[in-house]
């Protein structure tokens, strides 16, 4: 059934470091440095206008203010020229519109500041680099006179063929989290509301694309996998980064419709999370009037078609929905924007003049190349141009702007291409030569000629476009030629032969054997020519560390060769479980080409003198990181929790990423870095009690430089168990 259905059917069924000092910030529902009360008015004739009052008198107050028919407006978007979206406005109370822009790598909406795409901010392991990247993208979208941005996208990469992933922050939820929370709490502080999204297990793009929606199939998943892969990183955004509003997904989950779910909005969201924000459609997500009513939607965007004043009102008179749940709504969504100090100051105005974009093009470089994450190197880099006369340079990414072919809808107020920024690097008395790869030949005869060769190669993905395989050369969209093929034609030609990946995916890579060295820049924002260069020439240590893992070939991933787990048909069933990312590969003995958690630097480490201690709820784990090469680098040391499977039923990974840190060591410095754990660390979801529970056992306590290359090892007991090696 499509959007032709009439509205009585409608009704009831429905379709298948800061770089920006603001004047002005909006803190957990206060408005500090303002100078005026604001535009809300007199608190005499609008009581909602005193800011003694908390943000959920306040709302209750308007609430009794308003009509049943403003009431109503207020359930759905109307059109907007200009934004993303934008609510309703009723002057008579004093209520404006509310704006929406969505975001990615920058606002879109004109011409912003391109970051490094979100899985490249993930590949920081840097919550610095996450606040950096939130108060940018939040900072400009106030600037655009926006009040809510459409992000942060935290789900889960479960398959390397999902069209969105590089919107998202890799497979592991607590990396996910931690970058989330931290960009969440970094856009709110500029003023502006965090709709983080998509809500939930939203891991693929649709089965097929109609005139003006998505139809999706069923995500299909046990109650254990819900809540420790594809929830934590939700629940942290409103309950420890207090994100203003939840943005439900296109998919069904088990079944029923996201944007309608009483088990995900209603039951955990809103229930077991005591979310106070508004759950948001995407654009079109909705599906039925009554179902969406009661079971949590909050808001349709971006104009009302299920929430059609008329379908509202019959379902109203028809008892199907009751007038507590109608006010339930509507309360939310005021108490949200008195939270958030939206009455109490004067609108955002729209102007990129406010905006330092120069500024912002440091941090979008600052960022990349701490995310720039180097996977191979024989000893080729970092390049000297004492040693390096002439550096031939491969494949169209070098002389664009790589945006992933489509992948996102960004015009970046300025960008610097490799072939630019490494040409200046270079400098005078180093050849720089080009060639866009389309002739394999003359490209290997162009890096035959010169001394260091760098191909560069990306995949296409983007919003409706699910990828057919892993590969650069079977990717949605514009690439079709054969870039594999074009690595090894040139590694064949030249032995000095670097590839850089600029990709949103991970990506399996045939010719790694045949090459001397492996950059995956991911698609690197307007700075990233600048920030390569910096990579490449060790003005920088390469920062990054893989977020997800990369798959020695195409049929080592976990849905690989079965069609039931993914595409699937009207569902796809999740029987991997828990098993996702590197889980899987840990579980089944499988070796990656690159395992999640991987990346060098220009220099060593050593981790030693591991020590666990114990104080009432918490656990502290310490370990010893010392620089022992001759430059300054970047240490990511990273711990792993092996718990104990409770039974043959209830089955653990070997390990789970639940700490990790980043620092820079001077050539012999060393620091000791702490990782703090609580119980929900030691936990797993029990389906029989409904809750956390840590398990009675000995838990492995793992800490190194990747999931698979962890030279420290100890064991704690937990309930009570005996571990010898305590």
Known sequence: MGRELQPARRLLFGTVTLLIALSTVVVSGRVVGAATVGPC??????????????????????????????????????????????????????????????????????????????????????????????????????????????????????????????????????????????????????????????????????????????????????????????????????????????????????????????????????????????????????????????????????????????????????????????????????????????????????????????????????????????????????????????????????????????????????????????????????????????????AAAVAKAASVAIVFASDSEGEYMDKRCPSVDCSSGVYTSNQDGLIASVAAANPNTIVVLETGDPVTTPWRDSVKGVLEAWYPGEEGGAALASVLFGDVDPGGRLPVTFPADANNYPTAGDPTAYPGGTDVLYKEGVFVGYRWYDEHGIAPAFPFGAGLSYTSFRFSDLRIETAGALTTVSVEVTNTGTRIGTAVPQLYLGLPSPSQTVRQPPKQLKGYAKLSLSPGQSRTVTFTLNSRAFSYWDVNRSSWVVAPGCYGVMVGSSSRDLPLNDVIARGGATCDDE
């Open 41 to 442: 008015g007199d608190v005499a004739q609008r009581p909602w206008c005193d800011t003694a009052l908390s943000a959920d008198r306040r709302a209750g107050l308007l609430l009794g203010a308003l009509t049943q028919d403003e009431k109503i407006s207020l359930l759905a978007g109307i059109s907007s020229s200009g934004h993303t979206g934008q609510t309703a406005a009723i002057p008579r109370v004093g209520l404006r519109s509310v704006y929406v822009t969505d975001d990615g790598v920058a606002v879109k909406q004109g011409t912003s500041t391109a970051l490094p795409i979100p899985i490249g901010l993930a590949a920081t392991f840097d919550p610095h680099m996450a606040t950096l990247a939130g108060s940018v993208i939040a900072n400009e979208a106030r600037d655009k006179g926006n009040d809510v941005i459409l992000g942060p996208t935290v789900n889960i990469m479960r398959t390397p063929l999902g069209g969105r992933t590089f919107e998202a922050y890799g497979e592991d939820p607590y990396l996910v989290t931690r970058t989330a929370v931290s960009w969440i709490e970094a856009a709110q502080a500029h003023g502006v509301i965090a709709e983080v999204k998509h809500f939930c297990c939203n891991n693929q793009e649709g089965l097929a694309t109609i005139v003006g929606e998505k139809e999706y199939s069923s995500s299909d998943l046990d109650e254990r996998t819900l809540r420790e892969i594809y929830t934590p990183q939700f629940e942290a955004a409103v309950k420890e980064a207090h994100a203003g509003a939840v943005m439900c997904a296109y998919n069904r989950v088990n079944g029923d419709w996201a944007c309608e779910n009483r088990h995900m909005l209603t039951d955990i969201l809103k229930g077991n999370w005591s979310f106070p924000g508004i759950v948001m459609s995407d654009w079109q997500a909705q599906h039925a009037t009554v179902p969406a009513l009661r079971n949590g939607l909050d808001v349709e965007m971006p104009t009302a078609m299920d929430y059609d004043p008329n379908l509202v009102k019959a379902a109203l008179a028809s008892g199907l929905v009751t007038q507590a749940q109608l006010d339930d709504h509507v309360r939310r969504f005021l108490r949200m924007l008195f939270a958030f100090g939206f009455f109490d100051r004067l609108p955002y105005t729209n102007s990129d003049a406010q905006i330092n974009a120069l500024a912002h093009a440091r941090a979008a470089q600052q960022i990349e190349q701490s995310g720039i994450t180097l996977l191979k190197n024989s000893g080729i880099l970092p390049l000297s141009t004492a040693r390096t006369p002439s550096i031939a340079l491969i494949g169209p990414q070098a002389n664009r702007f790589e945006n992933g072919g489509g992948a996102d809808d960004v015009t970046p107020f300025t960008y610097t291409t490799p072939l630019q920024a490494i040409s200046k690097r270079a400098g005078a008395h180093v050849s720089v030569v080009y060639n866009d790869g389309s002739n394999a030949s003359q």
